[in-house]
């Protein structure tokens, strides 16, 4: 392979950590019915977990001391119902179905079972809280503070929404036009949303108290995003910078043109580095706590029979460590879990009692 520098210092917003907390890991959940909690050095695992088979996705808390986990509630069911897991016990708590995903801040959980309202839990007790009424099924995205969610929906049809995560309510919600991808992502305290459209992408800052659009700015890089709703380009903050890459490993295996890699973009001037990692073919990245490392879940071509992690230098761009995950398909993300639980490759999640 070869990688050109990155010209541009990556960082990324470090998650919060509390008192007691252990260092932040990736964790890496498969279908095939394992999380595995992984050094961010060292791209060991370091604690193995078997949960239920197809399990979707893996959130924790700030401070580890809960997994939340998208899984069948039991055998032979379809994906997923949502599960809070203690680590110490391993027991899984039933919280709600369906979920594929959780967007935890520092004292609540979100989900959506459908385009039905975005449900509410206290991460204190565990506790319902009254769904938040909204009328999509939203990609949300929480500001470092917790205080606020933007959503990202296309139905009944493109908005951006604003929601106001402490009092459970919608703020505001401006229509989108609709852009082949639509994307968002919170540097410190501003957002800003990413649209593609026919080979241009735009981004724009979006006003946190009012929800309204700011004067879009065109990315530099003209051509490089060509349209493919199957492959959408996600985004993910890196200090004053955004990085971009489309998302493969879905239904478009072969069919469309969006290019592997990632680029770094300027949201203020417009400003886009070269492409990096371009034979590569992310499903997620995510960034180290310290800023000084990016990692890719690539999913290889075809997809998902030679899966890797990579973890990428942010100041030359180049793949300095990987780790191999069997064949199957993968979810990756940053988190906590306790000191307790590390070392141990062979624990297995309890699903409660059959309801």
């Known amino acids: 392979m070869r990688y050109i520098p990155l010209v541009a210092a990556l960082s990324t917003l470090a998650l919060a950590a509390s008192a007691g907390a252990g260092e932040s890991v990736l964790l890496a959940s498969g279908r095939g019915g394992w999380i595995e909690a992984i050094d961010l050095r060292t791209l060991e695992t370091v604690s193995r977990i078997r949960v239920p088979e197809m399990t979707e996705s893996v959130a924790s808390d700030t401070s580890g001391q809960r997994l939340f986990v998208a899984a069948p509630s039991g055998p032979g069911k379809g994906c997923c119902a949502l599960f809070a897991m203690d680590p110490q016990s391993m027991q899984l708590s039933f919280l709600v179905e369906p979920a594929l995903s959780a967007t935890v801040t520092a004292g609540r959980l979100f989900t959506q079972r459908g385009a039905v309202g975005i449900e509410v839990f206290d991460l204190q007790d565990l506790k319902r809280q009254p769904a938040v009424k909204a009328p999509g099924n939203y990609r949300l995205r929480a ?146 706590p310290d800023g000084l490392y990016l990692y890719g879940l690539d999913v290889g071509s075809p997809a998902w029979r030679r899966v890797r992690i990579v973890k990428i230098e942010a100041r030359t761009g180049q793949v300095v460590a990987e780790k191999s995950l069997d064949p199957d398909v993968w979810y990756l993300t940053t988190g906590q879990i306790p000191d307790e639980i590390r070392g141990h490759l062979d624990l297995t999640a309890i699903l409660p009692a059959r309801r």
Do not use: H
């Open 143 to 288: 500001s470092p503070d917790g205080r606020l969610l933007f959503g990202i929906t296309r139905f009944p049809q493109p908005s951006l929404d604003l929601f106001d995560a402490e009092r459970g309510a919608l703020i505001a919600s401006q229509p989108l036009s609709d852009a082949s991808s639509l994307a968002g992502a919170w540097v410190g305290q501003q957002y800003f949303l990413l649209s593609a459209q026919s080979g241009q992408a735009n981004l724009r800052p979006v006003n946190a108290d009012s929800g309204k659009l700011g004067q879009a700015v065109s990315l530099s890089s003209s051509g490089s995003f060509p349209d493919c709703q199957m492959i959408p380009y996600d985004i993910i903050a890196s200090a004053g910078s955004l990085v971009i890459y489309g998302q493969f490993g879905l239904m478009a295996d072969g069919a469309c043109t969006v290019p592997g890699g990632f680029v770094v973009a300027d949201p203020g001037s417009g400003a886009v580095t070269g492409r990096f990692a371009s034979d590569l073919t992310f499903r997620r990245m995510v960034a180290s």
